[in-house]
């Protein structure tokens, strides 16, 4: 749906000026797209802009005013800036150009004057290289290259759990690939939804997830999406849909929809053994048992289904990484760790076979070349026992 009138009234105030607090030039509005009607990201208004003090793009994100009221995004927004705050000089994570500050929007009133309309923004660095062709154009990638990039995405999430912070809102559109003249890395981006160990909740109780549905956990889908001790694995649990994904043209979520049609029922009744305004605690304890009542039936959805373009020597090994990482009970979920060394070992897989079917093309072709000189001796043999015969004849 079109911008907010208002919304839409900062997006041409920015877009016209000329410079934006003595520093930012050239600012253009790139998560909404008038054309086709297609917005990303839901709290903010996000420009690419150039920063004249260091000569590079920056990201400028702004507060989008027409969630002034809504406590809840503003809160988020500011906790956002706060958490790339502690991540300042932390390779792998993305990183802050310029503080929170305000820039105040003339609004006309109905009197003639104007007054200030306060929205507040801040400025990350500028990452241009999405990492969607993997996962919409898997055909063009081999498994060699999807296993290397998740391995990046697995590091990025890693760094990340590290300081302290996990994500909640993992997907592929949240991921840029990062080309800084060493090794590429991938770096988890717009952490609007991010928290800390130690960030207060800002909802009183969340009776759904905080990230995209299709790669949300059930127990954030049950009430615990604020909980801080599990968030961790509700990474890990996105992490497992977007390795599917790799591999597959269907969405985890609808493949596990197709195999468990009872899921949403599934989840409706686990979602009301979770009270919402407990401890953390006991709502671990409260998911649990409910866990072990219901939670028995799901069956798994494998990396190798139909239309599934995973190499059939690495389909046992991807297949044990992914259900681990999709687990129903977190507490089976495994460390990043493990999930590194599986991949080494896929990995090495399709390596020894590459080099077993080189050695094979190669004996091919020597086996070919040796057949070759046969004939051709052959031949040579033939004409000249022709030529003897026709000066002998």
Request: net charge positive; with cysteine; hydrophobic share 40%.
């Amino acid at each position: 749906m079109p911008l907010h009138p208002t919304s839409q009234f900062l997006v041409d105030a920015i877009e016209a000026l000329v410079t934006l607090d003595g520093r930012f030039e050239q600012m253009k509005l790139v998560n909404y797209n008038s054309v086709v009607d297609q917005r990303r990201g839901c709290f903010s208004l996000v420009f690419r802009a150039r920063d004249k003090t260091t000569d590079t793009d920056v990201a400028l994100k702004f507060f989008d005013p027409q969630g002034m009221m809504d406590t809840y995004r503003l809160e988020a927004f500011r906790r956002e800036h706060q958490i790339l705050e502690g991540l300042l000089g932390v390779p792998g994570c993305l990183q802050l150009a310029a503080g929170r500050t305000t820039y105040n929007l003339p609004l006309t009133v109905a009197t003639g004057g104007t007054v200030p309309f306060p929205c507040e923004y801040f400025a990350i660095e500028w990452i241009d290289e999405e990492i969607d062709g993997y996962f919409l154009c898997q055909q063009q990638y081999s498994a060699q290259e999807k296993l290397r990039l998740f391995a990046k995405i697995v590091s990025a999430v890693a760094t990340l759990h590290a300081h302290e912070v996990f994500h909640r809102d993992l997907k592929p559109d949240n991921m840029r690939l990062l080309r800084n003249g060493g090794q590429p890395a991938v770096v988890a981006i717009d952490l609007g939804t991010a928290a800390r160990y130690t960030s207060p909740q800002i909802a009183a109780g969340y009776t759904y997830q905080v990230g995209h549905l299709f790669y949300a956990s059930p127990e954030s889908q049950c009430g615990l999406a604020g909980n801080r001790r599990v968030a961790p694995r509700t990474d890990v649990y996105a992490l497992g849909c977007m390795l599917f994904e790799l591999f597959n043209k269907d969405s985890y979520f609808n493949a596990l929809l197709t195999k468990n049609p009872g899921y949403p029922a599934m989840l409706l009744a686990m979602r009301t053994g979770v009270r919402p305004t407990t401890s953390d605690r006991q709502q671990e304890d409260d998911w649990i048992r409910t866990l072990a009542a219901l939670g028995n039936s799901l069956v798994p959805v494998a990396v190798n289904g139909a239309g599934s373009d995973i190499p059939p020597g690495i389909a046992g090994l991807v297949n044990e990484i992914l259900f681990a990482l999709t687990n129903i009970d977190y507490r089976r979920r495994p460390q990043l760790q493990w999930i590194h060394a599986r991949l080494r070992s896929a990995l090495a897989v399709l390596a020894n076979e590459k080099a077993c079917r080189r050695r094979i093309k190669q004996a091919q072709d020597a086996r070919a070349n040796r057949i070759e000189k046969i004939k051709r001796r052959e031949n040579r043999l033939r004409q000249s026992l022709a030529n003897r015969n026709h000066i002998e004849g």
